[in-house]
């Protein structure tokens, strides 16, 4: 209820909200109403009341709850279902936990702070209060479990469209889960499966976003590498926003893909890669590899030309950029 209230007020923001208008569409009494107002304006929302005008939403504070998020998440099915932490330790293993339960796909679990974010290969990932979006996705695709790393790509072409939907800033991909402005790091992907033999059970998706950091949040050796979309556009955002509109991207572009399969998802993720063209090196636990990336294959494998012209498939590795 109290969440229906929240939209209705958000949809006649600045306006008055009679109510009367409140307990006639809510079914709900004068009292359950001032005591939903009342948990609100704890919340930090400011909420105007005016005896025979009714309640007016003046501001809303940058929250990443259910109430909050459901505001922008639209007409689809993904992000129907929040789960909301203040601080966890991580969103992955929450979200693994709720899908082992049986979960339904297009679950999130959000949380304002993560204490043990972490990236690919075990990496911490830094996720304070207030400043970033923290979310798992939990999604159950029919497809063949070789197939799993090219959701990757397709998250990560979803959340660059979301960041430029909603700021106007574009953000690059780099192979294969990073998102860069200006060639510094801004989120990060996390993809894990609960599979056995050939069959995917769910993938669990994990976005982390530097949204409202400012520089004095990063250390010096992660300003030189890191990045935030109030860095790169001068303002702050609204979290839920984003949210929405990343849960929104994925869910059109995963429809798509599941339709019509990896070819539109790849010429999306092609137009928007940063390392293209470019001279890198791939780094593995066999070994490095240093050349141009000329593309990635159907499957979503990196191509990697060596000096000798020799092309190499890349499956697994971090990519750097030489500087020389």
């Known amino acids: 209820m109290k969440e229906a209230l929240l939209h209705m007020l958000t949809e006649n923001e600045g306006e008055f909200v009679s109510g009367q208008q409140i307990s006639e569409n809510l079914n709900c009494s004068r009292t359950a109403i001032w005591k939903h107002i009342s948990e609100l304006r704890n919340a930090g929302y400011s909420i105007e009341a005016v005896q025979k005008r009714g309640y007016r939403l003046l501001t809303s504070p940058d929250l990443v709850t259910a109430e909050e998020v459901s505001l922008y998440t639209g007409k689809g099915n993904f992000g129907k279902k929040i789960t909301y932490k203040t601080s966890v330790k991580s969103t992955q293993e929450i979200a693994h936990s709720l899908a082992r339960d049986g979960a339904e796909e297009g679950s999130i679990v959000l949380a304002d702070e993560q204490t043990g974010g972490r990236g690919r290969l075990g990496r911490a990932w830094q996720s304070p209060s207030g400043t970033g979006i923290w979310m798992s996705l939990i999604l159950r695709p029919e497809i063949p479990l070789q197939k799993a790393p090219q959701l990757t790509l397709l998250i990560a072409v979803a959340a660059s469209r979301a960041i430029e939907n909603v700021t106007g800033i574009e953000a690059a991909i780099k192979w294969p889960n990073d998102l860069l402005i200006n060639g510094k790091k801004v989120a990060g992907i996390l993809t894990e499966l609960?599979?056995?033999?050939?069959?995917?059970?769910?993938?669990?998706?994990?976005?982390?976003?530097?949204?409202?950091?400012?520089?004095?949040?990063?250390?010096?050796?992660?300003?030189?590498?890191?990045?935030?979309?109030?860095?790169?556009?001068?303002?702050?955002?609204?979290?839920?926003?984003?949210?929405?509109?990343?849960?929104?991207?994925?869910?059109?572009?995963?429809?798509?893909y599941l339709d019509k399969g990896f070819a539109v998802i790849k010429l999306l993720w092609e137009a928007r890669a940063y390392s293209l063209g470019k001279r890198i090196t791939a780094r593995s636990v066999t070994g490095s590899i240093t050349g141009y990336a000329k593309g990635i294959t159907d499957e979503g494998v990196l191509l990697l030309e060596d000096d000798n012209g020799k092309i190499h498939s890349i499956y697994s590795a971090d990519i750097e950029f030489p500087s020389h």
């Open 194 to 256: 609960q599979a056995e033999a050939d069959s995917i059970h769910s993938v669990i998706v994990g976005i982390g976003m530097n949204v409202n950091q400012e520089k004095k949040h990063f250390t010096e050796e992660i300003a030189e590498i890191a990045t935030s979309l109030t860095i790169e556009g001068g303002k702050t955002y609204k979290r839920a926003e984003i949210v929405g509109a990343i849960l929104q991207e994925i869910e059109s572009l995963y429809r798509s």
